[in-house]
């Protein structure tokens, strides 16, 4: 039975441990995913990319979605799309811009993504993920892999019959299982069972996502599935601390010094990526994160989680680690 630091192989890539970060919509960008690997991540997958996006896109688009961090490899391309031809084209983009493998997403609920045909829509049209898989192994000549559901309604299974195809027709070389139904969205218990049987089906290596909130879960559900590596979505949020730890690279909680200095390195990387301006709306969402791992009071995170430019984070930082010097000093 291998643990979390053995190393492993995905499609030809060696991967020095089994804990990856999630691919996560509006957050996981090049910093992000960095940030993950610092903290020991032995891989990490972008935010999910439209592949029309890429394929209509302008300059910027490329240039922010494409951007690839030289210290966050290995590293996968997150695309969605319903169409072949344009996933072709999309996939040979990704690798020109460096990435180590692609992964789809079939597994996404969101409706405005799965009316166009794209992300969980995909489950129930199997021959078409086929094709998309296809179309991105062709396209781009780098290792991909698929993450899906368990199905699209309670009790169905077609995303563990999709993955054979996948598999099989498709030359894909890893999936990513996430066993809850599309309906369900993020919310209720993973079904470790259904993944444990897909871990047996499958010659390739399946990564485990799902209700991986803590170290304790994390570890039971790898070992209760047989998954080859975990992915960390919401848990990691805020607390990149879970990946060391996970990995045994660290024991203790971090100090509030090093939330606030973690913080400040994000903003200062969210003002490289967007600019000032557009990191203060941006980084709004990761305040309420990085406060919860602080265990700040309500009170106590309002500066914080109200500020409205990076500057006023600044300071709600500065405030936080001056009242831990004045207690230490006390
Ligand atoms: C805010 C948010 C954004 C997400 N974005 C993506 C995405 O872009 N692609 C994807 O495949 N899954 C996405 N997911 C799903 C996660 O990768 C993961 O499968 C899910 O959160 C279950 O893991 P957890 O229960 O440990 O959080 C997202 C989840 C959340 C909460």
Redesign the pocket.
Known sequence: MPSLNSPWTLGGIELPNRVVL???????NWFVRLQAKRYGAGFA?S??VSSFGLKYGDERTHREFLRIHPDEHPMAV?L?GHDAEVMRIAAGMVAEAGASAI?L?Y??PVRKVCKTGAGAALLDDPDKGVAVARAAVEGSGLPVTV?LRSGNRPGERTGLELARRLVDEAGVVGI?L?P?HASQQ?KGD?DYALAAELVEKLEVPVVL?????DEERTLEAFERTGAAAV?????SLGNPWRFARLLGLREDAPTREEIVAELRWVIDRAEEHLGIERAGRYLRKFYPWYAETLGLTKRDQQPLVTAPTTAQARVALDALAGAESAQIAA
């Open positions: 999630a691919p996560l919509a509006g957050i996981g997958v935010e999910m997150q969605f992964d997403n597994g996404c993450k990513g996430h809850r993020h993973p996502s799902g209700g991986l909130r992915m960390l979505a919401r848990g």
